[in-house]
């Protein structure tokens, strides 16, 4: 597996430029952050006690327009990790012609070791530190990785309080009430699905011959799993961070989801009652699902999932790349040169950015 995400993207930086005509010096521009901001982030914890995470903003590149991209609430989050994401949401942004250029950020804790008050505050620090270095004309924020539309307007409403004055048009991503776009939550997963559905037309397939397994149950994954299944396809396997569960005959994907939010386990859909007896189910790490034998494998959990330790077991003839950067460098040009086809993340997943122009367009 890569060690360094932030080399991994400008080695895909790389090997594309080297298709294109374009000048040297505009892919030195992209190989380089435009600013990079690492923060303090303190919260005032329920117990009285005091905790400090890091915190990053990392603007890319604003060649097309203000700065855009998500913030991440994950234990995992570096410097290197936001350096790469931002890099991508330039690329992505440029793909589907939206006049963003690329940003992200991120904070480095486990939210789920948090109250929901003590997310609140975090969310609020994390805007105090960087209020700054953000603004609806310079660099828009959204929701990433554990964070959602809640935090969205937490984030918002900071944000409008130290400015003195009304500023939905800072943030994507917010509830309806609070300046939400309709469709943004679906958004992500639905550019997904449009991607599948081209290749639909174009190879002339019909969806009840193909299967499909994804990997990472969050909001991405969910519904591109739900659209997939109500239209025809049969969707075999699904995972979270704690396994997968596979059904050959294809899953019942609303109750997958209804479970996992009721229960934050994808497992007790088939834990409990008369399902587990009805269906025949197998309980599946997340390599056990990358390896089964689907016509497409959707990863939609975290980067360099694919890598060279795995890539030879992969048997999905379609890779759609939901998450970013799922597949390292080295095995992508392993898959291609076995004939299998992968949808890039920076056109796959790129949904979400669409319709958070959309949000703040109508905001302003």
Request: negative net charge; proline residues 5%.
């Amino acid at each position: 597996m890569s060690g360094n995400l932030f080399n991994d993207a400008v080695q895909f930086l790389e090997n594309a430029a080297r298709y294109a005509k374009v000048d040297p010096e505009v892919i030195q521009h992209l190989k380089n952050p435009k600013a990079i901001l690492e923060v303090s982030v303190p919260v005032r914890k329920d117990d009285g006690t005091l905790d400090i995470y890091p915190g990053y903003r990392v603007q890319h590149n604003n060649t097309l327009g203000p700065t855009k991209g998500g913030i991440r609430f994950h234990p995992e989050v570096s410097l290197d990790e936001v350096k790469a994401l931002s890099l991508w949401m330039t690329l992505k942004c440029a793909v589907v012609g939206v006049p963003f250029g690329g940003a992200k950020g991120g904070v480095a804790v486990d939210p789920k070791q948090l109250s929901r008050m003590e997310i609140e505050r975090l969310s609020r620090s994390y805007i105090q530190q960087v209020v700054d270095f953000i603004g609806p004309r310079r660099d828009i924020p959204a929701p990433d990785m554990y964070t959602n539309s809640m935090i969205m307007g937490w984030m918002m409403d900071e944000y409008s309080c130290i400015r003195r004055q009304k500023t939905p048009e800072v943030i994507t991503g917010k509830p309806i009430p609070l300046g939400g776009s309709l469709g943004r939550e679906e958004a992500t997963g639905r550019g997904a699905y449009y991607c599948i559905k081209e290749m639909e037309r174009e190879f002339g397939w019909y969806p009840a011959d193909k299967t499909v397994a994804v990997q990472g149950f969050g909001n991405a994954g969910q519904h591109v799993a739900q659209l997939l299944a109500d239209d025809g396809y049969r969707v075999v396997a699904v995972s979270d961070s704690k396994g997968a569960v596979y059904v050959p005959e294809g899953l019942d994907v609303t109750g997958c989801i209804d479970a996992k939010n009721a229960t934050r386990q994808l497992q007790a859909v088939y834990c409990e009652g008369s399902v587990c007896t009805a269906m025949d189910t197998q309980k599946l790490t997340n390599q056990q699902l990358l390896a089964l034998d689907v016509d497409i494998l959707i990863p939609a959990a975290m980067e360099n999932q694919i890598n060279l330790d795995n890539v030879n077991r992969i048997k999905a003839d379609y890779i759609i790349e939901v998450a970013n950067g799922p597949v390292t460098p080295d095995a992508d040009t392993i898959l291609s040169d076995s004939g299998k086809m992968v949808v890039p993340d920076v056109l796959a997943n790129a949904g979400g950015v669409t319709v958070s122009y959309f949000e703040w367009v109508q905001n302003h």
